[in-house]
């Protein structure tokens, strides 16, 4: 009895020296935490805290650094306010990080904005209108001393950029052009085109440069904004006086737009092809194997610095009916809801001042924004490339040609609905021109004429809505304490049960709190029309409207619905069959299968985007490993591999996409792995005995023992492929036109991209019930094909 | 029918374990033999091996003459009843029991059938054979009333008579059983028992059945191989297993409740030989231990071969002991006692049972013990015929 009191007691000691340690981690966790935000309160108690938001993409890690030391430099100058900086990265980075914190209601107080968001951040009430500062603080910020095409840029009047309110002030802007190579120049005994060229130069230029030994001419990137700054060089645009006045079946356009087609498609080598994905349009000019490159900005410049093989100047945009150029620029803006607006402008000032603007102006990235600065040599550096520095403010300069920013609508659906068409008909040429005209006034038209661009819904009802959901989730904790209470047992059950519960809380609360909360929330969201950048209380009630837009009028999302299915049916079967054949592999007893199983199930664990880069360049119709293997093959029977992302997207995008996700069906061969290894090994020698081959006994007996696995494998791998977005994402953003836009890249377009939100939790649920149907009629209908005794207990 | 010899077999694993080493016999044509021996003994592999699932290692195997080391097990024609059944979970008890019957078609091609008349009329016939051959199983097994239902809506006796109806249908020229009682419960054991032992009378088929109980040995086989380390203990009627063990390990293992062992020394006198042991000294007839040298030795005597109380008294030998418990079984009594040194068990009849607690007088006749040699698992030494 005695030594049973000591262990006891022991056991006791060793339970509570568990429960302080785990005491102890908890608080020490919530003290550390806590310690640090109460550390940055202190510091800034009496004084004022800035946050301030930017990018750094091409500018690299010295944009960052510069940011920095401008900041505090500014905080030395400015006793008493501290700035801090976030940097998220790249500037899609940014836009999402913006986006959050602006939905958080935490937005910070300066951040960059491309001139390109400003009619729809400033429609959405982001911005915070800058007129009066400006006017308020004559002497210090000289509006004039900027170029004036780079303001403009930032005023926005309620329906068009250019004039109007401003509502930031450029920290830098480029005009664009094309880069030159002047090894190939030489090479072809071509001299550089003047700064007034031509378009008819520029495709004789590309023309005899692409007569060199592996060469091509130059590369035309398509992008939206440089599409129209070609048709401006014609004198046209895609709009009239306002967005909805689509001027792209004018025959001046269709022709320009022809023009541009034919160069890349009728030609060999005058373009780059488009059909390869595999760099973007300024690597490709890296290699030395393309004459020219553009049109591009100034952004291209880091980069092109580091090229040692040869020499390249610039020239700006060529003319053709018009002298145009256009302008891309970024602003240092405001929160509308800053807290410290006279601070903020401070610091805006001090981001904007010609010491800022010079010390990123050495960084070839970009060009000052404020003239004067433009024209020293921390800009016109002559000891760097290129040399022809001043062609990008020949634009500018002269009186003569027409430079403007391009301007879009504030509804972001624009832009990126003429980019996707404009790619499919420029870019890879799988979509005739008028097709892809009339495939765009179609979308915008039915965007456009939704019911739920009307302005005049009421705002959501949030107060009454969380009334109720409190009152419902109080009710069932209710009816659940309730019931518990009646079914209570003996004493001793109780006490497992509270134990039991105990255990469980922990997940409960999580699932509680991060789960079901934003689960209810979404679904409310679905009923509303919320940007998901503006403040929760902004959403506006729209009742089913995102449910009957979809349905009824949104081709994109019909397609974006084909495609998933598409993959789906695809990859769900390819990918189960591959993995138990897989598993019937591994299942060999042979020396060191054990490598073998880690060999086939490493690639599930790796990281998606790493693997969505490479697969990429796997599928790459002209430097691909996959096309390269498969051209021989497929020469013997007179047949081409097809381009699986570009002309031939629509029957082999999905496809492709279920063939690479072929690469990770090691945690389906793992699970069908330990049901093979279930299966009776008795059965099998019988079925030997009753002479079936090893094909019959793996059709007649291991199948129908594993069908459990095999119903559970599908499920999981259904309800995953229904999800696909990482690899699409990365891979092929949705293109071309929307032939890989599979549900979750189009939702999540509509969420991020078209401040959309309401609409995409819409899709969420929609996708939900989608899914569970589906689940229901699989488990429903394979009840005959399914033996669960194959299963041993 | 068939013979099938042994000889010399043996099977080595890979990693050195020798599972059955030299095994060399012959059973007879309809001859019913079972293996019986402890776990690990060596008795599944040696009938996996007559099967074909296990590989010879060394030695021969015949079946009719017939060398079958290289026979695939599917063309020895044979049928396998395992331990846990291994019935198709989804197909019906008709497809069970018809499976091996429609992969030994001699019409198999559905499509062929199609294209010739008397193709299709061959192949009709076949299947109207197979379907009889089924339901004549089934009545034989009393399976009628269950041929549509799935093995997991059977009890465990009758998915055991579907496994023995997939074998009998195909009309195999052996049979071979491994453990196709463990399963159940001990009644339906002994049912089940009864009824092979029927079905073997009637089909007169050879049969080789492993199992790890005597008693299923004992009741089933007109022979039984005792195995102990993939050895041959011994081979021989039930009857000449019990009366005679070829060594204190098959005298042990066969019969219950098991034998008693008593060490003890031989001394051999002019007249008579003398078996000493702590409070026992039994004289022994000189024929008996003819091969038995003086010194050490092991004393066997079958619990039912004490004699208690009155039946003591005519005993050559007896002495009184002292009595632990009584286990009344109700056609028997089983009788722990203390001989000096000696716990003995004896088995008696309910009658003249002693009290627990008491003293008894118990003897031992010298016509009733076994004499082995006092080695592990000892020699018989006694005289065999």
Known sequence: ?793 | MATIELSNLSKTYAGGVQAVRGATFTIKDGEFVVLVGPSGCGKSTLLRMIAGLEDITDGTLTIDGRRMNDVASRDRDIAFVFQNYALYPHLSVRQNLAFGLERRRAYPSLLTSLLSRDYRENRNEESARILAKVDRAAETLGLVPYLDRKPRELSGGQRQRVAVGRAIVREPKVFLFDEPLSNLDAKLRVEMRAELRELHRRLKTTIVYVTHDQEEAMGLGDRIVVLKDGLIQQLGTPDEVYAKPANTFVASFVGMPSINLIPGRLHRGDLVERFVADAITIDLPPSMSAKAPPGPITLGVRPDRLRLGAAATTSPWRGDAQVGAVERLGDRTDVILRLGPHRLVARCDPRCAPVEGGTCAVGIDPADVHLFSDADDGDRLSKSD
């Open chain 1, 1 to 793: 009895m005695r030594s049973r009191g000591v262990g006891d007691r022991a056991k006791t000691a060793a339970r509570a020296l568990l429960a302080a340690v785990a005491v102890a981690l908890v608080v020490w966790s919530f003290v550390r935490v806590g310690s640090r935000e109460l550390r940055r309160f202190l510091e800034t108690r009496g004084g004022i805290e800035l946050v301030v938001l930017h990018w750094s993409g091409e500018g690299g890690p010295e944009e960052d650094e510069i940011v920095e030391s401008s900041l505090r430099a500014f905080e030395a100058a400015n006793p008493g306010i501290r700035v801090r900086r976030i940097n998220p990265g790249d500037s899609a980075g940014f836009y999402t990080k913006l986006q959050t914190m602006l939905a958080a209601g935490e937005p910070p107080d300066l951040f960059y904005v491309g001139s390109e968001r400003v009619a729809s951040f400033s429609s959405l009430g982001i911005l915070e209108p800058l007129d009066d500062f400006v006017a308020r603080d004559p002497g210090t910020l000289v509006l004039d001393d900027f170029w004036p095409a780079t303001v403009n840029a930032f005023r926005f009047d309620g329906s068009l950029v250019g004039s109007g309110t401003l509502y930031g002030i450029p920290k830098d802007f480029t005009t664009v052009g094309f880069y030159l190579n002047k090894d190939l120049f030489r090479k072809a005994g071509l001299e550089l085109p003047s700064y007034d060229w031509t378009w008819d130069e520029y495709i004789a230029i590309a023309r005899r440069l692409a007569q060199l030994d592996d060469t091509i001419g130059s590369e035309f990137v398509t992008w939206p904004f440089i599409v129209r700054a070609y048709l401006r060089t014609e004198g046209v645009d895609v709009r009239g006086a306002s967005f909805d006045d689509v001027t792209l079946r004018d025959p001046v356009v269709l022709e320009a737009l022809a023009r541009l087609r034919s160069w890349r498609h009728d030609e060999e080598r005058t373009l780059t092809s488009g059909k390869s994905k595999l760099a973007t349009g300024a690597a490709a000019f890296a290699t030395g194997r393309v004459g020219m490159a553009g049109p591009f900005g100034r952004w291209v410049v880091p980069e092109y610095r580091r090229i040692t093989e040869f020499d390249w100047d610039f020239r700006p945009l060529p003319r053709g009916r018009e002298r145009s150029n256009i302008i891309a620029t970024v602003s240092w803006s405001m929160s509308s809801e800053s807290r410290h607006k006279a601070e903020a402008w401070k610091l805006l000032r001090w981001l904007v001042s010609p010491e800022s603007q010079a010390a990123q102006a050495r960084l070839g990235l970009a060009i000052p924004s404020l003239a004067t600065v433009s024209e020293t040599e921390a800009f016109l550096d002559p000891t760097q490339l290129p040399h022809s520095d001043d062609a990008y403010l020949a634009p500018l300069r002269s009186g003569e040609t027409d430079v403007r920013v391009v301007d879009w609508p504030a509804d972001p659906t624009f832009e990126q609905i003429l980019g996707s068409r404009l790619n499919q008909a420029l870019l890879t040429g799988d979509l005739p021109l008028d097709a892809a005209v009339a495939d765009f006034e179609a979308a915008w038209s039915a965007h456009r004429n939704s019911p739920l661009q009307a302005k005049d819904f009421p705002k959501f009802p949030w107060r009454t809505v969380t009334i109720a959901a409190v009152a419902v989730a109080a009710l069932g904790a209710i009816a659940l304490v309730v019931t518990y209470r009646r079914s209570r047992g003996p004493a001793s059950t109780r006490r497992e049960e509270r134990a039991g519960l105990l255990m469980v809380s922990p997940w409960v609360t999580g699932f509680a709190i991060f789960m079901a909360v934003p689960m209810v929330l979404s679904f409310l969201l679905s009923l509303s029309n919320w940007q998901g950048i503006t403040r929760l209380g902004e959403a506006q009630a729209v009742g089913l409207g995102n449910y009957t837009q979809l349905f009824l009028h949104d081709a994109r999302f019909r397609t974006s619905l084909w495609v998933t299915f598409y993959y789906v049916l695809v990859a769900v079967p390819l990918g189960q069959v591959t993995a138990l054949l897989a598993a019937t592999l591994m299942n060999a007893k042979v020396r060191g299968i054990e490598l073998y199983r880690a060999v086939w199930y490493l690639p599930s664990v790796l990281a998606g985007v790493g693997v969505a880069v490479l697969w990429r360049w796997m599928f790459d119709p002209e430097a691909g490993l996959i096309n390269a293997a498969l051209t021989p093959l497929l020469g013997l029977v007179g047949a081409k591999p097809p381009e699986w992302f570009g002309a031939d997207a629509a029957a082999w995008g999905p496809p492709a996409f279920a063939i690479m996700s072929l690469w990770s069906v090691g945690g389906s061969m793992m699970i069908y792995l330990a049901g093979l290894q279930n299966v009776p090994k008795e059965l099998l020698e019988a079925a030997d005995m009753d002479r079936v081959g090893p094909v019959g006994r793996f059709f007649r007996v291991t199948l129908p023992m594993l069908s459990p696995v095999v119903l559970f494998n599908s499920l999981m791998a259904l309800i995953g492929s229904f999800q696909v977005f990482t690899q699409a994402y990365v891979m092929t953003a949705g293109e071309p036109g929307d032939l890989t836009r599979f549900y979750v890249l189009y939702l999540y377009n509509q969420a991020f991209d078209l401040y959309a939100m309401g609409y995409a939790s819409a899709m969420a649920w929609i996708l939900l019930v989608i899914v569970l149907v589906i689940t229901v009629i699989l488990l429903r209908t394979s009840r005959g094909l399914v033996h669960y005794e194959g299963l041993r207990s």
